[in-house]
Every structure is written in structure tokens, then in C-alpha cells.
């Protein structure tokens, strides 16, 4: 096919079938002796079937969603449900995508890549951000910070009775896990609500001063911990009879036996 011109991937495809039909398979194979498609009918029932699902070569990582609820890849920027602001989770980039799981791993968000050379670009869906329905976003903000402890449920309500941005300063602490550890957000807000400072700038300080930033990868394997802990809670795994192991001895015993006097064609009678 050197020096022909192809109009489409499915015309380079189709000509390179009719290459083969017409060409390869019917001519003797140099080293063989043979026709490929003589070898193949004498092969096929001997090969196995390809799994029914195609292998998944997309790319697989872990990102932090950040205080805006978007994810960072190559320099730009994809949105997620607001909710998810300070978690770590799972993205699978294809070839043309970008799609975001849940910590159920199930989709979240999917977006189109931004073509590579592109960069600072935000992919933003409506369906992604708060929106209007006030009520429902301190709902969902509450929730979130009843997993930091009684004393994060009380941060969070000071912090809406005195801030006029309450909501907005809210999110932005939940955005401050991208770079600390749980653990530490949850003593700065401790003490934020000890000396009654109420403000996201006073934790942030806070955070500042006493706690270290976490590397991506001790975020990672802190996650994939807990995630770990979770499946081992739903599954439980019990010990397995002894007897299950019976057949294996007693092939790996036959098989021993059938070898016995069999000459390895070594001089050496110690071999």
C-alpha cells in the first residue's frame, strides 16, 4: 500500500482487508512452507474467543475537586456537581473524554476534551453549580460538614447566622481538603469555633499555621484506604475448608508419580 492515498480510516481498512484476502493469506508463507489461511482453519478450533467486552485503555487518576467544583487535567478545567468540592475521586480520560465517578464510583460528569496544546480552558454544565434553589444548598452543605463532628455543625451555623457570604464561604472551606488533611480541617475548625471565628479566611490562617499541606499521594492512598476498609465491611471473608484444597494434592501427587524412572537424559545420577 506504499504511495496510495486513502480517502478515510475506513477505506484504509477495507483495502487492507482485500489486501489480505487476496494477497497475504493465499500466498506460501516463506518460513512455513504453508498458506496462512491453511494454518489458520488447522488453529482456529484451538484459539480462544476474545472477551466480550473490549479492553479498557482509557486513563485512569485521581483529582481533588477543587473550591470552584472543577477538576484539573492538562491545565484546564472540567466542572463537577458542587457537591463534591474538596473530594478526591476517579476520572477515566479516553481518547475524546473526560468522565468523573462518584466515591460509588458511578458517573458524575462527562465532558469533551480540549484538544492538547489548549490550556487555562474551562468546561462549566449549569447543572453543576448550586444554582438558585437557596435552600436546598445549605442543606446539602450541612450534611457536609455534619461528617467534620458536632463542632463543624456548629461552625457552619455561626458562620451563616454572622457572614452575609455564609453559603459561599462555606464551600470554599470544603475546597480547602484539596490541600489538607481531613483531620486537620477538622481541629481548625475546632478551634475556629473555641475562639468563635467564623469566617473562612480565620481557618485558612488557622490551617496555615498549625497543619502541613498533604502530597497528592498521600491523599491517594489515604483514600484508596478507606475504600479498601469500606469493601472489606460489605464482604466479609471467610475462612475456606481445608477439604476445597484436597483435589489440588491429589493431582500434584499423580503427577509426581507419573515422572518417577522417567530418564532426563542427564550422566549425572545425583541429578
Known amino acids: ?48 474467543a476474545l472477551p466480550a467486552q473490549p479492553y479498557d485503555t482509557a ?5 481533588t475537586v477543587d473550591a470552584d467544583g472543577h477538576i484539573a487535567y492538562q491545565q484546564n478545567f472540567y466542572s463537577v456537581p458542587w457537591q463534591h468540592i474538596g473530594e478526591l475521586l476517579p476520572v477515566r480520560v479516553t481518547e475524546k473524554e473526560l468522565i468523573v465517578y462518584g466515591p460509588d464510583v458511578k458517573e ?78 477538622v481541629r481548625a475548625l475546632e478551634r475556629a469555633v473555641r475562639y468563635r471565628a467564623f469566617s473562612w479566611s480565620a481557618v485558612e490562617r488557622i ?4 497543619a502541613k499541606p498533604r502530597s497528592t499521594m498521600e491523599a491517594l492512598t489515604i483514600e484508596a484506604r478507606e475504600q479498601l476498609n469500606e469493601i472489606l465491611r460489605q464482604i466479609p471473608l471467610d475462612t475456606r475448608p481445608t477439604a476445597e484444597y484436597q483435589a489440588l494434592l491429589e493431582e500434584t501427587t499423580e503427577g509426581d508419580a507419573s515422572h518417577e524412572g522417567e530418564d532426563d537424559g542427564s550422566d549425572d545420577p545425583t541429578a
Open 207 to 210: 490551617l496555615a499555621a498549625q
Open 108 to 185: 458524575i460528569a462527562r465532558h469533551e476534551l480540549y484538544p492538547s496544546g489548549n490550556t487555562a480552558q474551562r468546561r462549566s454544565l449549569p447543572a453543576h453549580s448550586p444554582g438558585r434553589d437557596h435552600l436546598q444548598k445549605r442543606e446539602l452543605l450541612q450534611q457536609r460538614f455534619a461528617e467534620f463532628g458536632a463542632e463543624g455543625v456548629r461552625f457552619f451555623d455561626e458562620l451563616l447566622r454572622s457572614r452575609r457570604n455564609g453559603k459561599d464561604e462555606a464551600v470554599r472551606v470544603l475546597g480547602l481538603l484539596t490541600v489538607y488533611r481531613r483531620e486537620d480541617l
Open 59 to 63: 486513563h485512569v487518576l485521581y483529582r
Open 1 to 48: 500500500m506504499n504511495g496510495r492515498t486513502f480517502t478515510s480510516l475506513e477505506h484504509l481498512n477495507e483495502m487492507a482487508v482485500r489486501w489480505l484476502a487476496e494477497t497475504a493469506d493465499v500466498r506460501i508463507h516463506r518460513e512455513t512452507k504453508r498458506r496462512p489461511m491453511d494454518l489458520f482453519e488447522e488453529e482456529k478450533p484451538h484459539l480462544l
